[in-house]
């Protein structure tokens, strides 16, 4: 797990999170994964478009999260509208693995 990305959700943030914050947060997750701090020249594209993408699917996810306590209106994320434009890309469910978080 990499201890660098923080929770995003209320209460353990207790304001809506950023941009800023949601962007961090995947930035982190891709030099984790591709264990790059920085990518050279050739992979700079492929390693920008995983930041995006996942900077996207984490404001959705945040924007669709139903947290008890936490006010109970539906408010999108102003960078990340909550039904974004493009269709939804459904994958093959994968077998857990032992050590998935």
């Known amino acids: 797990m990499c201890r660098s990305i923080k929770t995003l959700r209320p209460p353990a943030l207790p304001e809506e999170a950023t941009e800023d914050d949601i962007r961090a947060a995947a930035l982190q997750y891709v030099r984790k ?10 992979n700079r594209e492929v390693f920008e478009r995983a930041v995006d993408e996942i900077a996207d699917a984490t404001a959705r996810l945040l924007d669709g999260l139903e947290v008890r306590g936490a006010h109970s209106a539906h408010h999108a994320h ?18 857990p693995q032992p050590d998935a978080v």
């Open 78 to 95: 102003p960078a990340h509208p909550a039904h974004p434009a493009q269709p939804a890309v459904r994958r093959q469910a994968r077998e």
């Open 33 to 42: 994964v591709s264990g790059f701090r920085a990518p050279a020249a050739h």
